[in-house]
């Protein structure tokens, strides 16, 4: 997204390549982000197309998030991070700038069970693998996986989106 090595890290491990939607929310906002490769300019107009100001932790913790390719983060995960490279907020920042950050459509989040959640920063649609000796969720990397039934859905409602999260452990 933010520079040609992360295209091609990202085509290497086959992922979804997503440089022509880049983000949902830009696109729903009517503004497409001008990308330039520069981390730091890239964040900033990811975040003004997705109708976000681009505050000094906003930009901080998206350098950190989107600076390194497709990754699935939790805000414990982020916020250590963040404290590594000496970023000063507290965990309810990175909580709310996580969830803001979701509802722009700039992450998805995936929830693995009651306890944990994940936020993806490859926001087109796929599924997950979750190690459950590492704690580690991992693309499922089939585009031509599906579901053979759905249930009916109640009138008045329809589906917004299906997350299948297929959980692995190492054989005994």
Not at 35 to 47: K, S
Not at 84 to 92: D, G, H, R
Not at 109 to 133: I, W
Request: net charge negative.
């Amino acid at each position: 997204m933010f520079t040609r090595a992360r295209n091609l890290e990202m085509s290497e491990n086959t992922a979804p390549h997503h440089d022509d939607d880049v983000h949902s929310a830009a696109l729903l906002s009517g503004r497409q982000p001008a990308l330039t490769g520069c981390p730091w300019h890239d964040v900033n107009e990811m975040l003004q197309s997705a109708g976000l100001r681009p505050t000094r932790q906003r930009m901080a913790l998206g350098w950190l998030l989107f600076g390194k390719g497709a990754r699935h983060l939790t805000a414990e995960m982020l916020y250590e991070e963040a404290t590594l490279a000496k970023v000063p907020v507290s965990l309810a920042t990175v909580y709310n700038t996580l969830n803001q950050l979701t509802d722009a459509g700039l992450l998805r989040q995936v929830s693995v069970d009651g306890t944990k959640t994940y936020f993806d920063t490859n926001v087109t649609t796929h599924h997950h693998y979750y190690l459950e000796n590492s704690h580690e969720l991992v693309d499922i990397e089939d585009p031509h996986l599906a579901l053979s039934k759905m249930p009916e859905v109640p009138e008045g409602y329809e589906i917004a989106r299906i997350d299948m999260v297929v959980r692995l452990r190492k054989k005994r």
